[in-house]
């Protein structure tokens, strides 16, 4: 298999070259992603690498030189087909002075032996959800409905008999606004939010492609919870829920979920990623700090699935091993301490 860089033709049509990966496709490989992440200052270049669109993601570490980052890439569906498309992209990280090429394959977990077996380092997820939990959507709305848990059937109904409404609205500066402040009130203590711009942004981004939908949850004429969801293909993701502190509206989240995945069937989305869980064996763990978040999507699937998250090629050991001891704690610490966000 032999490895260039796209030309301007197919980096046009990035996202039709992602959907003919072997996983279908990823949201988070699309050319969308990239133009947002370059507002944390990496710069996409895009590969094809025999049959395959591998989306990189470079971020320059000086003096230690680049790293290349695959979001959730590249799209392979075993580890014989990830250790293919690595051997074909390494001799172009060289050449680009890359010290590491890390990949965040949707393989399942149970791949990680073999992952470490073949010289892979294991490293900290960057998207958030190495473990998450889907649904399968491709039944009737009514029939769909009737599948749910209990609980989460009885929350979307009773939403819909106190007068909850769910409306998709558009991505203006004033309900990303509203949509950021409900985020930002919903995380204090839970989890960790960009800021306002890079969220705005990402939701405009994608909504502009057709790729993206934001929608509010209204109760007595107020806004009491909001989604950002997303499709490529056969998959959906729910990116982004946040809701009022106050319960004014018991159900209101599940509605508002409900009317998401609705959303989703109508855009031939078949399998729903609830986007981030606490993993399998820890689910019903009311110590993790994510067990919240996990109990709600639970109510819509128990279907946990848990992922190998990030590895590391390593290119240049010497300058990996410097990395890992200094460089990356101290690039971190700079690019927090001079903008206020995350490095990755």
């Known amino acids: 298999m032999n490895a260039r860089y796209a030309t301007t033709d197919e980096i046009a049509n990035w996202d039709t070259l992602i959907l003919q990966n072997p996983d279908g496709g990823n949201i988070f490989s699309t050319y969308e992603y990239s133009e947002i992440k370059k507002l944390t200052q990496y710069m996409p270049r895009y590969i094809v690498a025999g049959s395959y669109a591998v989306t990189v993601l470079e971020k320059n570490t000086p003096p230690i030189g680049t790293l290349w980052y695959l979001p959730k890439g590249p799209g392979v569906t075993s580890t014989k087909e990830l250790s293919e498309v690595l051997k074909a992209i390494k001799p172009l990280a060289r050449k680009a002075h890359a010290f590491v ?11 990680q032996p073999s992952l470490e077996r073949s010289g892979l380092k294991p490293a900290k997820a960057i998207i958030p959800n190495p473990s998450t939990i889907t649904l399968d959507i491709s039944a009737s709305p009514e029939e769909l409905l009737t599948s749910l848990p209990q609980k989460g059937r009885h929350a979307i109904r009773r939403a819909e008999r106190d007068g909850v409404t769910i409306k998709q609205v558009p991505t203006t500066v004033k309900n990303c606004a509203t949509m950021y402040d409900l985020l930002k009130g919903t995380a204090e203590g839970q989890f960790g939010i960009r800021n306002q711009v890079y969220y705005r942004f990402f939701w405009q ?5 057709g790729l993206g939908q934001l929608f509010f949850a209204y109760y007595e004429g107020e806004v009491v919870a909001g989604a950002y969801a997303m499709t490529l293909g056969a998959k959906s993701t729910y990116k982004d829920g946040a809701s009022v502190r106050e319960r004014t509206a018991y159900g209101a989240s599940h509605l508002l979920q409900w009317e998401v995945i609705k959303w989703a069937k109508s855009k031939g989305a078949t399998l729903h990623d609830f986007c981030g869980s606490p993993p399998s064996d820890e689910i019903h763990n009311t110590d993790h700090p994510h067990y919240g978040v996990g109990r709600f999507k639970l109510s819509f699937s ?11 090629l390593v290119v240049s050991p010497m300058r990996y091993t410097a990395w890992v001891k200094f460089g990356e704690r101290a690039h971190r610490h700079i690019y927090y301490k001079r903008t206020g966000d995350y490095y990755y």
Request: glycine share 4%; with cysteine.
């Open 205 to 209: 981004t994608f909504s502009k492609a």
């Open 101 to 111: 090429v890390r990949i965040e394959s949707e393989l399942e977990k149970s791949s």
């Open 302 to 312: 128990k279907n946990v699935v848990d992922y190998i998250g990030c590895y590391d």
